[in-house]
Protein backbone atom coordinates (compact mmCIF):
# COMPACT_ATOMS: atom_id res chain seq x y z
CA UNK A 1 0.00 0.00 0.00
CA UNK A 2 1.26 3.56 -1.04
CA UNK A 3 2.21 6.11 1.87
CA UNK A 4 -0.68 8.16 0.48
CA UNK A 5 -3.49 5.60 0.57
CA UNK A 6 -1.89 4.44 3.98
CA UNK A 7 -2.39 8.13 5.64
CA UNK A 8 -6.06 8.17 3.80
CA UNK A 9 -6.97 4.87 5.81
CA UNK A 10 -5.14 5.40 8.94
CA UNK A 11 -6.29 9.25 8.90
CA UNK A 12 -8.26 8.88 11.90
CA UNK A 13 -5.10 7.83 13.86
CA UNK A 14 -2.99 10.42 12.25
CA UNK A 15 -5.30 12.48 13.65
CA UNK A 16 -5.51 11.75 17.13
CA UNK A 17 -1.17 11.98 17.05
CA UNK A 18 -2.01 15.41 15.53
CA UNK A 19 -4.84 16.15 18.54
CA UNK A 20 -2.41 15.33 21.01
CA UNK A 21 0.56 17.28 19.72
CA UNK A 22 -1.30 20.39 19.47
CA UNK A 23 -2.82 20.20 22.96
CA UNK A 24 0.58 19.61 23.98
CA UNK A 25 2.28 22.74 22.67
CA UNK A 26 -0.39 25.20 23.62
CA UNK A 27 -3.37 23.50 26.25
CA UNK A 28 -4.75 26.71 26.85
CA UNK A 29 -6.22 27.73 23.39
CA UNK A 30 -8.72 24.35 24.18
CA UNK A 31 -8.97 24.59 28.28
CA UNK A 32 -12.74 25.65 29.54
CA UNK A 33 -12.95 29.49 29.22
CA UNK A 34 -10.40 29.19 26.52
CA UNK A 35 -11.09 30.61 23.11
CA UNK A 36 -12.23 27.12 21.67
CA UNK A 37 -14.86 27.59 24.82
CA UNK A 38 -15.25 23.39 25.65
CA UNK A 39 -17.66 24.15 27.98
CA UNK A 40 -19.86 25.14 25.26
CA UNK A 41 -18.36 23.95 21.66
CA UNK A 42 -18.19 19.92 23.49
CA UNK A 43 -19.76 19.81 26.13
CA UNK A 44 -23.39 20.93 23.99
CA UNK A 45 -22.64 21.36 20.57
CA UNK A 46 -20.30 18.61 19.42
CA UNK A 47 -21.83 15.87 21.70
CA UNK A 48 -25.31 17.32 20.29
CA UNK A 49 -24.11 17.04 16.93
CA UNK A 50 -22.61 13.02 17.42
CA UNK A 51 -26.08 11.95 18.75
CA UNK A 52 -28.23 14.18 15.75
CA UNK A 53 -25.96 12.21 13.62
CA UNK A 54 -26.82 9.12 14.74
CA UNK A 55 -30.58 9.83 14.39
CA UNK A 56 -29.90 10.54 10.92
CA UNK A 57 -27.98 7.67 10.22
CA UNK A 58 -29.78 5.22 11.91
CA UNK A 59 -33.48 3.60 10.59
CA UNK A 60 -35.96 3.72 12.84
CA UNK A 61 -36.76 0.53 13.19
CA UNK A 62 -33.18 -0.19 14.19
CA UNK A 63 -33.85 2.27 17.35
CA UNK A 64 -37.11 0.62 18.20
CA UNK A 65 -36.04 -3.03 17.71
CA UNK A 66 -32.75 -2.20 20.41
CA UNK A 67 -35.31 -0.70 22.95
CA UNK A 68 -36.33 -4.53 22.99
CA UNK A 69 -33.08 -6.14 23.90
CA UNK A 70 -34.11 -6.27 27.51
CA UNK A 71 -31.49 -9.05 28.90
CA UNK A 72 -28.76 -6.81 26.55
CA UNK A 73 -29.36 -3.50 28.45
CA UNK A 74 -29.93 -5.62 31.67
CA UNK A 75 -26.23 -6.71 31.35
CA UNK A 76 -24.78 -3.78 30.36
CA UNK A 77 -26.45 -1.58 33.00
CA UNK A 78 -25.71 -4.29 36.19
CA UNK A 79 -21.92 -4.90 34.68
CA UNK A 80 -21.20 -1.07 34.57
CA UNK A 81 -23.13 0.30 37.76
CA UNK A 82 -22.66 -2.48 39.89
CA UNK A 83 -20.33 -5.34 39.02
CA UNK A 84 -17.22 -2.98 38.08
CA UNK A 85 -17.93 -0.65 41.38
CA UNK A 86 -17.71 -4.09 43.06
CA UNK A 87 -14.73 -5.48 41.36
CA UNK A 88 -12.61 -2.02 41.82
CA UNK A 89 -13.63 -1.75 45.32
CA UNK A 90 -11.79 -5.27 45.93
CA UNK A 91 -8.77 -4.50 43.60
CA UNK A 92 -8.16 -1.17 45.58
CA UNK A 93 -8.27 -2.96 48.75
CA UNK A 94 -5.09 -4.80 47.14
CA UNK A 95 -3.55 -1.43 46.20
CA UNK A 96 -4.51 0.22 49.43
CA UNK A 97 -1.23 -1.97 51.13
CA UNK A 98 1.85 -0.42 48.53
CA UNK A 99 2.28 3.06 48.34
CA UNK A 100 0.39 4.57 46.15
CA UNK A 101 -1.33 7.77 47.34
CA UNK A 102 -4.81 7.11 49.03
CA UNK A 103 -6.68 10.30 47.47
CA UNK A 104 -5.56 8.36 44.15
CA UNK A 105 -7.28 5.42 45.32
CA UNK A 106 -9.99 6.99 46.04
CA UNK A 107 -10.45 8.77 42.85
CA UNK A 108 -10.12 5.28 41.19
CA UNK A 109 -13.13 3.86 42.74
CA UNK A 110 -14.70 7.17 42.26
CA UNK A 111 -14.13 6.64 38.61
CA UNK A 112 -15.31 3.24 38.85
CA UNK A 113 -18.79 4.22 39.86
CA UNK A 114 -19.61 6.61 36.86
CA UNK A 115 -21.17 5.73 34.02
CA UNK A 116 -18.82 5.91 30.39
CA UNK A 117 -18.82 8.79 28.70
CA UNK A 118 -21.72 9.25 25.91
CA UNK A 119 -20.01 10.36 22.81
CA UNK A 120 -16.97 8.06 23.11
CA UNK A 121 -19.22 5.09 24.32
CA UNK A 122 -21.38 5.59 20.66
CA UNK A 123 -18.54 6.32 18.64
CA UNK A 124 -16.40 3.61 19.18
CA UNK A 125 -19.15 1.10 18.90
CA UNK A 126 -20.07 2.63 15.69
CA UNK A 127 -16.72 2.16 14.39
CA UNK A 128 -16.00 -1.51 15.21
CA UNK A 129 -19.54 -1.93 13.10
CA UNK A 130 -21.43 -2.84 16.68
CA UNK A 131 -24.81 -2.55 17.25
CA UNK A 132 -25.13 1.21 17.40
CA UNK A 133 -28.53 1.48 18.38
CA UNK A 134 -28.17 -0.02 21.68
CA UNK A 135 -24.90 1.98 22.60
CA UNK A 136 -26.92 5.03 21.90
CA UNK A 137 -29.59 3.58 24.50
CA UNK A 138 -27.39 2.47 27.17
CA UNK A 139 -24.96 4.93 27.01
CA UNK A 140 -28.02 7.59 27.53
CA UNK A 141 -30.29 5.63 29.56
CA UNK A 142 -26.68 5.10 32.20
CA UNK A 143 -25.97 8.80 32.12
CA UNK A 144 -29.53 9.18 33.53
CA UNK A 145 -29.06 6.22 35.87
CA UNK A 146 -25.85 7.96 37.24
CA UNK A 147 -27.34 10.82 38.46
CA UNK A 148 -28.79 8.75 41.04
CA UNK A 149 -26.89 5.59 41.20
CA UNK A 150 -23.40 7.10 41.47
CA UNK A 151 -23.83 9.91 44.43
CA UNK A 152 -25.21 6.63 46.37
CA UNK A 153 -21.97 4.06 45.45
CA UNK A 154 -20.08 6.81 46.49
CA UNK A 155 -21.39 6.85 49.72
CA UNK A 156 -21.38 3.35 49.68
CA UNK A 157 -17.68 2.70 48.85
CA UNK A 158 -16.24 6.09 50.23
CA UNK A 159 -18.72 7.56 52.45
CA UNK A 160 -19.30 10.42 50.59
CA UNK A 161 -22.68 12.05 49.84
CA UNK A 162 -23.62 15.70 48.48
CA UNK A 163 -27.02 16.79 47.20
CA UNK A 164 -26.93 16.44 43.16
CA UNK A 165 -28.78 19.16 41.21
CA UNK A 166 -30.72 16.56 39.38
CA UNK A 167 -32.66 18.83 37.58
CA UNK A 168 -29.81 20.72 35.69
CA UNK A 169 -28.03 17.19 34.83
CA UNK A 170 -31.31 15.50 33.38
CA UNK A 171 -31.91 18.78 31.43
CA UNK A 172 -28.60 19.06 30.02
CA UNK A 173 -28.49 14.91 28.94
CA UNK A 174 -32.23 15.42 27.66
CA UNK A 175 -30.83 18.49 25.62
CA UNK A 176 -27.99 17.42 24.40
CA UNK A 177 -28.49 13.57 23.69
CA UNK A 178 -32.19 12.78 23.33
CA UNK A 179 -33.32 16.07 21.50
CA UNK A 180 -31.02 15.60 18.94
CA UNK A 181 -31.32 12.09 18.85
CA UNK A 182 -34.71 12.64 17.86
CA UNK A 183 -34.40 15.43 15.40
CA UNK A 184 -32.20 13.69 13.67
CA UNK A 185 -35.14 10.60 13.21
CA UNK A 186 -37.40 13.49 12.54
CA UNK A 187 -34.96 15.29 9.35
CA UNK A 188 -34.28 11.10 7.92
CA UNK A 189 -37.81 11.19 7.19
CA UNK A 190 -38.04 13.56 5.05
CA UNK A 191 -34.91 12.84 3.44
CA UNK A 192 -34.83 9.48 3.65
CA UNK A 193 -34.71 8.68 0.23
CA UNK A 194 -31.65 11.42 -0.65
CA UNK A 195 -29.65 9.81 2.68
CA UNK A 196 -29.57 6.15 1.07
CA UNK A 197 -28.73 7.17 -2.49
CA UNK A 198 -26.00 9.12 -1.31
CA UNK A 199 -24.97 7.85 1.88
CA UNK A 200 -23.13 10.73 3.18
CA UNK A 201 -20.04 9.57 5.87
CA UNK A 202 -21.79 9.78 9.24
CA UNK A 203 -18.66 7.87 10.50
CA UNK A 204 -16.63 10.42 9.04
CA UNK A 205 -18.30 13.51 10.43
CA UNK A 206 -18.67 11.73 14.00
CA UNK A 207 -14.86 10.48 14.10
CA UNK A 208 -14.30 14.42 13.28
CA UNK A 209 -15.83 15.76 16.18
CA UNK A 210 -14.65 12.62 18.62
CA UNK A 211 -10.95 14.40 17.28
CA UNK A 212 -12.35 17.83 19.00
CA UNK A 213 -12.94 16.37 21.67
CA UNK A 214 -9.68 14.39 22.11
CA UNK A 215 -8.18 18.08 21.97
CA UNK A 216 -10.31 19.40 24.31
CA UNK A 217 -9.58 16.50 26.93
CA UNK A 218 -5.83 16.78 26.36
CA UNK A 219 -5.76 20.58 26.65
CA UNK A 220 -7.36 19.95 30.00
CA UNK A 221 -5.23 16.79 31.18
CA UNK A 222 -1.89 18.95 30.14
CA UNK A 223 -2.65 22.21 31.82
CA UNK A 224 -4.03 20.35 35.11
CA UNK A 225 -0.76 21.29 37.53
CA UNK A 226 -2.27 19.19 39.97
CA UNK A 227 -0.86 15.99 37.88
CA UNK A 228 2.95 16.56 38.62
CA UNK A 229 3.08 13.64 40.83
CA UNK A 230 4.89 10.50 41.64
CA UNK A 231 5.76 8.23 38.73
CA UNK A 232 4.69 4.81 40.87
CA UNK A 233 1.25 6.41 41.09
CA UNK A 234 0.68 7.89 38.01
CA UNK A 235 1.69 4.64 35.83
CA UNK A 236 -0.15 2.30 38.15
CA UNK A 237 -3.47 4.75 37.85
CA UNK A 238 -2.84 4.58 33.96
CA UNK A 239 -2.65 1.13 33.65
CA UNK A 240 -5.29 0.56 36.14
CA UNK A 241 -8.42 3.02 34.65
CA UNK A 242 -7.07 4.37 31.54
CA UNK A 243 -18.65 17.48 36.81
CA UNK A 244 -19.77 14.57 39.00
CA UNK A 245 -16.43 14.92 40.87
CA UNK A 246 -16.78 19.05 41.84
CA UNK A 247 -20.62 18.40 43.27
CA UNK A 248 -19.87 15.23 44.90
CA UNK A 249 -16.33 16.64 46.66
CA UNK A 250 -17.53 20.01 46.84
CA UNK A 251 -14.43 22.42 48.60
CA UNK A 252 -12.59 18.96 49.43
CA UNK A 253 -8.88 19.49 50.30
CA UNK A 254 -7.96 16.65 47.89
CA UNK A 255 -10.17 17.03 45.31
CA UNK A 256 -7.16 17.42 42.89
CA UNK A 257 -5.66 14.53 43.90
CA UNK A 258 -9.71 12.79 43.42
CA UNK A 259 -9.89 14.15 39.90
CA UNK A 260 -6.28 12.88 38.52
CA UNK A 261 -7.52 9.27 37.69
CA UNK A 262 -10.55 10.74 35.44
CA UNK A 263 -8.73 12.82 34.14
CA UNK A 264 -6.72 10.22 32.74
CA UNK A 265 -9.56 7.74 32.38
CA UNK A 266 -10.89 9.94 29.17
CA UNK A 267 -8.20 10.37 27.22
CA UNK A 268 -6.93 6.76 27.63
CA UNK A 269 -10.18 4.99 26.92
CA UNK A 270 -10.37 7.34 23.30
CA UNK A 271 -6.86 6.30 22.84
CA UNK A 272 -6.74 2.16 23.58
CA UNK A 273 -10.11 2.44 22.42
CA UNK A 274 -8.99 3.82 18.52
CA UNK A 275 -5.99 1.86 18.61
CA UNK A 276 -8.49 -1.51 19.50
CA UNK A 277 -11.04 -0.32 17.04
CA UNK A 278 -9.50 -2.42 13.80
CA UNK A 279 -8.59 -5.71 15.78
CA UNK A 280 -11.73 -5.74 17.22
CA UNK A 281 -13.44 -4.51 13.71
CA UNK A 282 -12.22 -7.33 12.26
CA UNK A 283 -13.25 -9.93 14.92
CA UNK A 284 -16.34 -8.74 13.97
CA UNK A 285 -16.36 -9.02 10.73
CA UNK A 286 -15.24 -12.97 11.15
CA UNK A 287 -17.91 -13.87 13.33
CA UNK A 288 -20.69 -12.11 11.43
CA UNK A 289 -19.06 -14.17 8.59
CA UNK A 290 -19.13 -17.05 11.25
CA UNK A 291 -22.56 -16.92 11.52
CA UNK A 292 -23.73 -16.45 8.04
CA UNK A 293 -21.93 -19.84 6.73
CA UNK A 294 -23.11 -22.02 10.33
CA UNK A 295 -27.01 -20.92 9.17
CA UNK A 296 -29.05 -23.81 7.43
CA UNK A 297 -30.26 -22.69 4.02
CA UNK A 298 -33.51 -23.08 3.08
Same mark, same amino acid.
Given at each position: ??? /????? @? #?? *????????????????????????????????? +??????????? =?? $?KTE????? $??? =? @???????????? *? *?????WLF /??? /???????????????????????????? !? $?? @?? &??????????????????? +????????? /??????????? %?? !????????? &???? !?????????????????????? %???????????? %???????????????????? =? +?? *??????? @??????? #????????? =???????? +?????????????????????????????
Amino acid at each position: MRP /LERMR @K #EW *FMIGIVLAIGAAKLEPSVGVNGGPLKPEVTVSY +IAVATIFFNSG =LS $LKTEELTSA $LVH =L @KLHLFIQVFTLA *F *FPATIWLF /LQL /LSVTSINEWLLKGLQTVGCMPPPVSSAV !I $LT @KA &VGGNEAAAIFNSAFGSFLG +IVVTPLLLL /LFLGSSSSVPF %TS !IFSQLFMTV &VVPL !IIGQIVRRYIKDWLERKQPPFG %TVSSSVLLMIIY %TTFCDTFSNPHIDLDKFSLV =L +IL *FIRIPML @KIVFAGH #EHLSLISVP =LLIYHPAQ +ILLGSVLVPTIKSWMVSRQKGVKLTRPTV
